[in-house]
């Protein structure tokens, strides 16, 4: 049962130590007045239909999915959202009072948002161009299909993976673009958005080459480890707008936070600043 005025809430994942959303989910229960909690859980893969079982005891009002778990969680659903469907994904849960699980998929809902708060004018009328196939880049494609883009490509070192979205989710608003012909991408984007792991501490940089991009294009990189990455410190040389990953990160979990508790939330310069300082640690 998860009707009492005590609230709990969840991330599991394996693992899951180094999670943001804590903070973040601990934040707007305090800013909001909800008494509660929100924990990060490491689950394993073997143990997560135990766990699927101990959330409707403990009565979480819901929990947040991240890595290994985002697919395999699916079968233990009672219901699916439509884009959570489409996306072949889950990210959040909502238990409801009788027990019955609904899965949502509120990543790419997450980017649009985040991208439209930060640069309201965007340039919708022009095409957008996205890097990188894999659940992240299914889930921006899925978001940006959502807006009156006219046309989303997508470029991806894998074409084959690539071309799996946008036969999937395309309804023929997607193009595929080879990963050597990227720069073709650039010159017709308004927007551009890495979805690929390059830039992230760790990992090679993006070689992307922005001089033929338009002086309107925005350039929005997933990443948030490190916060600005050569191609968004690349970008801004360049006097182009440029998101930065931690927004999409924040309102995916504010509409996770709505599913659950019924309340608007957003990202405040609060949340911004304990956020920034938990990544700088
Ligand atoms: P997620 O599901 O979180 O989006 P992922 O499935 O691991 O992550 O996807 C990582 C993305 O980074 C993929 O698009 C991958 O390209 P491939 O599909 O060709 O593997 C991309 N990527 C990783 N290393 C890369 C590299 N060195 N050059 C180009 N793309 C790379």
């Not at 394996?14 to 934040?27: C, E, R, V």
């Not at 800013?31 to 490491?42: K, L, R, S, T």
């Not at 999915?65 to 959202?81: C, G, N, Q, R, S």
């Not at 916060?227 to 360049?238: N, P, Q, S, W």
């Amino acid at each position: 049962m998860n009707n009492s005025a005590y609230k709990k809430a969840a991330v599991i994942g394996y693992p899951i130590a180094q999670s943001l959303s804590p903070m973040m989910h601990k934040h707007w229960m305090q800013q909001v007045g909800i008494e509660g909690e929100y924990e990060a859980i490491e689950v394993a893969p073997d143990d997560l239909i135990a766990f699927v079982d101990e959330a409707r005891r403990i009565g979480l009002s819901g929990f947040n999915v991240t890595v290994p778990h985002k697919t395999a969680i699916v079968p233990y659903l009672d219901k699916i959202a439509p884009l959570a469907k489409q996306m072949g994904a889950v990210n959040t849960v909502k238990i409801a009072a009788d027990g019955m699980l609904s899965g949502f998929n509120t990543d790419g809902i997450g980017l649009v948002k985040h991208l439209k708060s930060s640069v309201p004018g965007y340039p919708s009328d022009k095409p957008a161009l996205i890097l990188g196939a894999g659940g992240a880049a299914r889930a921006a494609a899925l978001g940006l299909l959502t807006e009156n883009i006219p046309l989303v490509m997508i470029t991806n070192r894998t074409r084959e993976k690539a071309e799996a979205i946008a036969r999937d989710i395309g309804r023929g608003r997607m193009a595929v673009v080879d990963w050597n012909a990227r720069m073709d991408g650039v010159s017709a984007a308004g927007v551009i958005v890495n979805t690929t792991v390059l830039g992230m501490n760790g990992q090679p940089a993006l070689d992307l080459d922005l001089s033929s991009a338009g002086k309107d294009t925005v350039v929005y990189d997933i990443v948030y480890k490190p916060l600005e990455t050569k191609l968004l410190a690349a970008a801004r040389a360049r006097g182009l707008r440029t998101v930065d990953g931690l927004g999409m990160l924040v309102h995916q979990g504010a509409a996770a936070f709505k599913i659950w508790f019924g309340v608007d939330v957003g990202f405040d310069a609060e949340l911004r600043e304990k956020l920034e300082g938990a990544l700088s640690c």
